[in-house]
DNA sequence: AATTCCATTCCGTTATGTGGAACGATGGAC
DNA sequence: GTCCATCGTTCCACATAACGGAATGGAATT
């Protein structure tokens, strides 16, 4: 494995602050989310508050994340620039099927929402919106990333991802690597209603390009709006959309 | 001192990716930005990249930050109200003077700009616009917020930003504590063209109030433009527009 | 082809983080 | 007002995990 695994800890913590709402966690909330011992826990926060990637309430027995992690989004350009990119793009989408519409790109072994486009049809999804995370292996958008890296790299993750996706859906089809071989030959991914029942979603890599992490477009609705016609329809749209956006055709 | 110093040398990096532009830092860059030895560096990155915290070019010889961070800052409820809340007052700051307006925020022990209003007057500012940072000592944003701790706090960070800020500014004043009290009694700081001598700004501090952090509302200008009534004009806008978001006088 | 700069791996050393246990603070119930 | 449960904080002996100098491998530049 790869060294720096105390910094790893830092970084579950502030993906922990992350997932509590805006009313903060405590202590023992966070110890307990990323399965530390106490003392531990607070050590860390006690570093984060200081550097101010965290942030104490007045009584101080909440914490939450802290400005200077806003600050640093402000100058990861990248990242801005590829929100930009592909908000154009995630309008349209949601303009011509009606669905909500999402830009998602990798980050580590998790899938992130980096920008959203309601339709008339909206529904709960499995990321929740802005920022959200679904680790690599369940959903559309997800499972298209992993369709666009080589068989190695997206073995590895599933793999690595094996016990959490687990905890998600306890009946995981036995082989996900050949379900990703198979988005990778038909060109989008569709949700197979293995979380929400009622809602469903088609999602189209984004073809690797210029040092640009991978992402993919995808779009959620009603389970019932989704049969084999429609979702044809809607991969085209968003292939379409997407080599608008490159430049060139998508496929 | 707090504990947990690995954990400072990952964020020292973060900062380090985020002070280098679009293009990217080499290995050897960061390591010489954060004076810690390329293996060590080496071994972070490698963490950071992983998380999805850092990202690789395709060559593998420039790194920049990654997406998580702005995922991170998605879930940042309270930072991201924080700049909803007063983007309507530096909106307004900006058109009553002409000015630049900005808001500061205390990370740690800087001044961080997280969102700026350009005026009729465009300067070049000691922060260089949004996500920009200043240790706290220098600048009358950074100033205004020295100002709106207790003493002890103002003077505590003061003395651990001495070595940076007489690196930034040779001829430091002797005394910035006394001159941080001073603003405290007069509810506001006004740059004295220390670092850029075209420059002029002023800063009033926002009370502190519900768990917030430190912040202040502060604008950049022409020095010519900052005569002695102009300045207390300008303060009472700053004032004005504060108190219209907060509900009470400030002052 | 030679040279320089940069990234990467190795590995013995030790500084660093660890976490159980004990203590102290806080707030809610009665 | 007292008791109790819960949470936050400090301490410290211990072992792990990070460290970084030196050597190696690659890539770009002359």
Redesign the interface.
């Known amino acids: 494995m790869?060294?720096?695994?105390?910094?790893?800890k830092?970084?579950d913590v502030?993906?922990a602050l992350?997932?509590h709402?805006?009313a903060g966690a405590s202590l023992a909330d966070i110890a307990h989310a990323v399965a530390l011992p106490k003392p531990t826990v607070h050590?860390?926060l006690?570093?984060?508050v200081?550097?101010?990637?965290a942030?104490r309430?007045?009584t101080g027995r909440r914490y939450?994340?802290?400005?200077?992690?806003?600050?640093?989004?402000?100058?990861?350009?990248?990242?801005?620039?590829?929100?930009e990119t592909w908000r154009g793009a995630l309008m349209r989408v949601a303009e011509r099927t009606g669905d909500s519409a999402f830009l998602m790109?990798?980050?580590?072994y998790?899938a992130?929402?980096?920008a959203t486009q309601e339709g008339v049809v909206r529904v709960r999804t499995l990321t929740g919106g802005?920022?959200g995370?679904v680790p690599l292996g369940i959903g559309p958008g997800s499972l298209a990333i992993l369709a666009s890296m080589t068989e190695d790299e997206s073995d590895t993750i599933l793999a690595h991802n094996d016990r959490r996706l687990r905890m998600l859906v306890p009946d995981l089809p036995a082989s996900l690597p050949s379900w990703v071989e198979r988005i990778r030959i038909d060109g989008f991914a569709q949700s197979g209603g293995l979380f929400l029942a009622e809602v469903g979603g088609v999602a189209v890599p984004v073809p690797r390009h210029?040092?640009a992490?991978e992402c993919a477009i995808s779009t959620a609705t009603l389970a019932s709006r989704l049969d084999e016609d429609r979702v044809a329809e809607v991969v085209a749209i968003l292939k379409e959309e997407i080599a608008a956006v490159l430049g060139r055709a998508v496929g």
Do not use: H, N, W
Request: aromatic fraction near 4%; include cysteine.
């Open positions: 790869i060294p720096a695994q105390s910094t790893q830092s970084f502030l993906r992350a997932a709402g805006a050590r860390l006690a570093a984060m200081q550097q101010g990637f942030l309430s007045a939450q994340l802290g400005p200077e992690i806003y600050a640093l989004a402000l100058k990861s350009q990248s990242t801005v620039g590829l929100v790109v990798r980050s580590g998790d992130v929402c980096l802005t920022g995370r210029l040092g992490p």
